[in-house]
């Protein structure tokens, strides 16, 4: 092993196993991320809670995540559709420090139930076909903005509910990543001040973002590399298993 994370792993009390589950869901978490704009969280945070706990592991894959793909949300921002966006951002601004306190005083296994059985309704009315065509109004979006906020704070988990609400509607798959990428651009600024105010941003946080950030950088290039060659229909198909798996594996964990 690399004597310097070595070293990290001893400051920060990781033995060597744990610590390869962290990496290997940094690679294939990146690579998710990169592809579809969104999912790093769903397949990431189930492994950072068993092995960090929710106070560590929020915060540090919530921060990483912002500071390298902050990139690719200043590019996605030249194309999203940016009405339902602001909204969603106004909707989160407000929700993000309630869910952050929910986090540090509620039992997380009993938020992930109801959140994992929550988007598993979802999910199965996506997968029914249904799709809305009608559009939906600014205070409404601002309250999905709202729910996607809180859960993001709680449990890093905003993805779910911001790709169910685009993946129903009409747009495709390219302006469905941007505004999902420009979207998480914002609010990770917002949830950085709020873990920073919430007194969550340990020397353990930031050793643990440095160890993952290279592994999860890499992979979120390749993963926007691929991106290129998917179809409509895959790109779909990705996010509505990757939402299932996430509501799955939380109730299992």
């Known amino acids: 092993m690399v004597p310097v994370v070595a070293d990290w792993l001893a400051l920060i009390d990781l033995r060597p196993l744990p610590a390869a589950l962290l990496f290997g869901a940094a690679v294939l978490g990146g690579l998710v991320r990169g592809f579809s704009g969104f999912g790093a969280a769903m397949v990431m945070m189930p492994v950072l809670i068993a092995v960090l706990g929710p106070l560590a592991a929020v915060p540090t894959l919530s921060v990483m995540d912002s500071i390298l793909t902050m990139p690719m949300a200043v590019r996605a921002a ?43 309704l979802a999910v199965i009315l996506l997968a ?104 409509e229909q895959t790109y779909r198909r990705l996010a509505l298993g990757l939402i299932s798996l996430v509501a799955i594996s939380s109730l299992v964990l």
């Open 78 to 120: 030249r194309h999203c559709h940016w009405r339902p966006v602001i909204a969603l951002v106004v909707g989160s601004m407000v929700a993000i420090p309630l869910g952050i306190w929910a986090l540090i005083i509620l039992d997380p296994m009993l938020i992930r139930w109801i959140v994992s059985g929550f988007v598993l």
């Open 128 to 231: 029914s076909g249904w799709r809305y065509s009608k559009p939906v109004s600014l205070p409404s979006t601002a309250i999905i903005g709202g729910a996607a906020g809180f859960c993001g704070g709680l449990i890093s988990l905003a993805g779910p509910i911001i790709v169910i609400f685009w993946l129903a509607g009409q747009i495709n798959a390219s302006r469905t990543r941007n505004n999902i990428l420009t979207y998480f651009g914002f609010t990770g600024i917002i949830s950085f001040l709020a873990y920073l105010a919430g007194d969550l941003m340990s020397a353990r946080v930031w050793i643990l973002i440095l160890m993952l950030a290279p592994v999860y950088g890499v992979s979120l290039y390749l993963g926007a590399r691929l991106f290129k060659f998917a179809s």
